[in-house]
């Protein structure tokens, strides 16, 4: 095994205020990646996410930083990806337009030979990921 890492960022039509409220509130996952999560729920420090078939993974909440945007959370294990020991951390800036910037990264544990599925896997689900935030927000302004 050997330690790797991912990153997604991207610009999104949303103010950085309204990314952050998403992120932050650390539950409703369903609500943004709803394609990979069915349900999420939280129990003290640990948010409970639940997929298809109801099969189920725990994530240590390691950090929610409201000041600083950022959210940063442990999966020991999951039954998703060939990987271990992810941290993941989510974090808000904004552009030079008063635009949301959503950066997600993870580090994970990972055998050499499944290393660039596991880094194409999490890159699509950080796009589809911070879309999913994109299209929330403007749901619920048109709503």
């Given at each position: 095994m050997k330690k790797s890492e991912q990153t997604v960022e991207l610009s999104i039509n949303a103010t950085p205020k309204a990314a952050w409220e998403v992120i932050g509130a650390v539950t409703g996952v369903e609500k943004w990646l709803g394609a990979m999560i069915k349900g999420s729920r939280v129990e003290g420090q640990k948010r409970i996410c639940t997929l298809d078939g109801g099969v189920e993974f725990r994530e240590d909440i390691l950090k929610i930083d409201h000041e600083n945007r950022?959210?940063?959370?442990?999966i020991p294990e999951q039954p998703m990806m060939p990987v271990d020991n992810i941290i993941g951390s989510m974090k808000v800036t904004q552009d030079a337009n008063g635009k949301a910037v959503v950066r997600w990264h993870?580090?994970?544990?990972?055998?050499?030979?499944?290393?660039?599925?596991?880094?194409?896997?999490?890159?699509?689900?950080?796009q589809m990921g911070i879309k999913g935030i994109e299209e929330l927000i403007a749901a619920q302004v048109t709503a």
């Open positions: 950022e959210f940063k959370y442990g993870w580090t994970f544990d990972v055998a050499e030979e499944n290393e660039a599925q596991a880094k194409e896997m999490l890159a699509g689900a950080g």
